[in-house]
């Protein structure tokens, strides 16, 4: 199991490069072996483009708080997700080595529903991808917006990912 784990880490970032749906499916049944702690929660990756991940968090009891809507704890780690998963498309596993610094989570209303997240590229990648070529270690900030079935905004996650590049990159997208 070890060593399948050490394959689908390397691969991984490749396999999440615009997947077709078929793609997507196979993804999201590795994501447990990937993220073991997020196994419970049920989060699946809805959506990948270049510029933007939607990721899912359903409204099941183990994301539920004591007062039956959804705990805060799985809406920040919905956020963490979904933006890790974005940073996957431009700093492959392989190449860089991704540490969650600190993550803030700003609630505007309780989750009574399944909830979606929503994590866009920096405006500034371009040059984060420069940085990371000389300096070797940069910081990402990313916000996620989490929103509601009926589209109303939940949450705002705010992470900020310690990148360290572990050598020379060979296949890392760029801008």
């Not at 994501?31 to 933007?52: A, S, W």
Request: overall charge positive; charged content about 20%.
């Amino acid at each position: 199991m070890h060593k399948l784990k050490q394959l689908t880490l390397s691969r991984f970032s490749n396999l999440i490069q615009a997947p077709s749906p078929k793609l997507l499916l196979i993804i999201n049944r590795l994501l447990p072996m990937i993220v073991p702690f997020n196994q419970g929660h049920r989060i699946k990756i809805k959506n990948i483009e270049q510029t933007e991940v939607q990721a899912l968090l359903p409204f099941i009891t183990k994301n539920k708080n004591h007062i039956s809507t959804m705990h805060a704890c799985a809406i920040a780690t919905l956020g963490e997700f979904s933006a890790g998963i974005l940073l996957l498309q431009y700093f492959p596993l392989k190449e860089y080595r991704m540490i969650l610094k600190n993550l803030e989570t700003e609630y505007h209303y309780q989750g009574k529903t399944s909830l979606h997240s929503v994590t866009n590229i920096p405006d500034n990648l371009c040059q984060l991808q420069k940085e990371i070529s000389v300096n070797r270690v940069i910081l990402v900030r990313l916000q996620t917006k989490i929103f509601d079935t009926n589209n109303k905004e939940i949450a705002t996650t705010e992470s900020t990912w310690q990148l360290k590049k572990w050598e020379d990159t060979h296949n890392a997208k760029t801008c």
